[in-house]
T-cell receptor, first 113, second 110 residues
Framework: DTEVTQTPKHLVMGMTNKKSLKCEQHMGHRAMYWYKQKAKKPPELMFVYSYEKLSINESVPSRFSPECPNSSLLNLHLHALQPEDSALYLCASSQEIGSGPLHFGNGTRLTVT | QQQVKQSPQSLIVQKGGISIINCAYENTAFDYFPWYQQFPGKGPALLIA?????SEKKEGRFTISFNKSAKQFSLHIMDSQPGDSATYFCAARFDNDMRFGAGTRLTVKP
């Protein structure tokens, strides 16, 4: 089992819904990441938090809103998504930003109807 | 802008055979080269990683070979097993920037 826990595992939402994805790690890592992965494609970086501050935003549409309440938690708030946003959303952490391996969670499979 | 090129896209190997996946990179500033293994419905898991000051690293049946001058690195899976069937991603990192290859779907036939 992964040390990065993501909930829910599956999520189906309509285009007018608001939902949140949650991620938790207890490895003492200070960098946390959101990735998006489409089928048969590599993960694509969305956001990076370092010491609970947003460090990188890869020009992600504003319908995706990240939040880092503390060093162990990372949320991704979703609003007014499009069907093309359907994907596997992966959370990852590392000791420091740009240092050490990425530890991925098992993701949330999101379907937008 | 793809900076890490991975091949082949898919690979079928008989049980007990050697699986070889290749990656090439462009940015000479990359200083960390991990390989990730991903099973369906799971997140990528770190398999093995290497830094450019080392030409080879072995962990069990998995070996990374690194050629700095050619800007290439490869994963060798010895004695491949059906349980190794998964998608493998190479990656390269400089500072905050981790670039993934397109992935190789490995099937090991019993």
């Amino acid at each position: 089992d992964t040390e990065v826990t993501q909930t829910p595992k599956h999520l189906v939402m309509g285009m007018t819904n608001k939902k949140s994805l949650k991620c938790e790690q207890h490895m003492g890592h200070r960098a946390m990441y959101w990735y998006k992965q489409k089928a048969k494609k590599p993960p694509e970086l969305m956001f990076v938090y370092s010491y609970e501050k947003l460090s990188i935003n890869e020009s992600v549409p504003s319908r995706f809103s990240p939040e880092c309440p503390n060093s162990s938690l990372l949320n991704l708030h979703l609003h007014a998504l499009q069907p093309e946003d359907s994907a596997l959303y992966l959370c990852a952490s590392s000791q420091e930003i740009g240092s050490g391996p990425l530890h991925f969670g098992n993701g949330t499979r999101l379907t937008v109807t | 802008q793809q900076q890490v090129k991975q091949s082949p896209q898919s690979l079928i190997v008989q049980k007990g055979g050697i699986s070889i996946i290749n990656c090439a990179y462009e940015n000479t500033a990359f200083d960390y080269f991990p390989w990730y293994q991903q099973f369906p419905g799971k997140g990528p898991a770190l398999l093995i990683a290497i830094r450019p000051d080392v030409s080879e690293k072995k962990e069990g049946r998995f070996t990374i070979s690194f050629n700095k001058s050619a800007k290439q690195f490869s994963l060798h899976i010895m004695d491949s097993q059906p349980g190794d069937s998964a998608t493998y991603f190479c990656a390269a990192r400089f500072d905050n920037d981790m670039r993934f290859g397109a992935g190789t779907r490995l099937t090991v036939k019993p």
